[in-house]
């Protein structure tokens, strides 16, 4: 079975732009789940779909948004680009939003985006 | 609310010597408890986790951790280090299913092999 991938697996950006990742979940997975990983603040979750619906949402501002299809893939957008916006962008997905919690995530490789 | 801490972000040990990643956490109502590993330009992959089993709990790569309540800690152990296990390692809380929090991760602990 397929792992999650992401792409793109790497990203440079200039500061006022807007970025669009993308992830596809393991075959099955409903649940799908985008954390912002830094040096400094570490893992830090975005947000959470579930069967096309946000189902938790992280301290983000608005500018970062996220959107899950029918087929479970998701994407991520962040407009208005910042310096501080450059991180690793990973994405996880689990059978469901129960597993979530008590069950584990899968992980992907992630987006590396670089913010100029 | 729940929160987990990982005592030193660098753990350097000799290849062979014991590994220890310390790990506590702070839950108001019973945890499930993981630990993940991640590799240079990788993703994350769990190692184990606790869901209120057996509180000793058998991981992938010879890696264990211990469930003690009166401590509240869930540090992760291997007896012998390998070169390969240099990464870094994330300790996370979450609780029971169908609540509305999400999973919080330590801030991890860089694992460096000496040869």
């Known amino acids: 079975k397929a792992g999650v991938t992401q792409t793109p697996r790497y990203l440079i950006k200039t500061r006022g732009q807007q970025v669009t990742l993308s992830c596809s979940p393991i075959?099955?997975?409903?649940?799908v789940s985008w954390y912002q990983q830094t040096p400094g603040q570490g893992l830090q979750f975005l947000f959470e779909y579930f069967s096309e619906t946000q189902r938790n949402k992280g301290n983000f501002p608005g500018r970062f948004s996220g959107r899950q299809f029918s087929n479970s893939r998701s994407e991520m957008n962040v407009s208005t680009l910042e310096l501080g916006d450059s991180a690793l962008y990973l994405c996880?997905?689990?059978?469901?939003?129960?597993?979530?919690?008590?069950?584990?995530?899968?992980f992907g490789p992630g987006t590396r985006l670089t913010v100029l | 609310a729940q929160s987990v801490t990982q005592l030193g972000s660098h753990v350097s040990v000799s290849e062979g010597a014991l590994v220890l990643l310390r790990c506590n956490y702070s839950s108001s109502v019973p945890p499930y408890l993981f630990w993940y590993v991640q590799y240079p330009n990788q993703g994350l992959q769990l190692l184990l986790k606790y869901t209120s089993a057996a509180t000793l709990v058998k991981g992938i790569n010879g890696f264990e951790a211990e469930f003690k309540k009166s401590e509240t800690s869930f540090h992760l152990t291997k007896p012998s280090a390998h070169m390969s296990d240099a990464a870094e390692y994330f300790c996370a809380v979450s609780v029971r299913p169908g609540s509305a929090s999400k999973i919080i991760f330590g801030s991890g602990t860089r694992l460096s092999i000496r040869p």
């Open positions: 075959s099955g997975h409903r649940s």
């Open positions: 996880a997905s689990s059978l469901s939003a129960r597993d979530r919690v008590s069950n584990e995530q899968f």
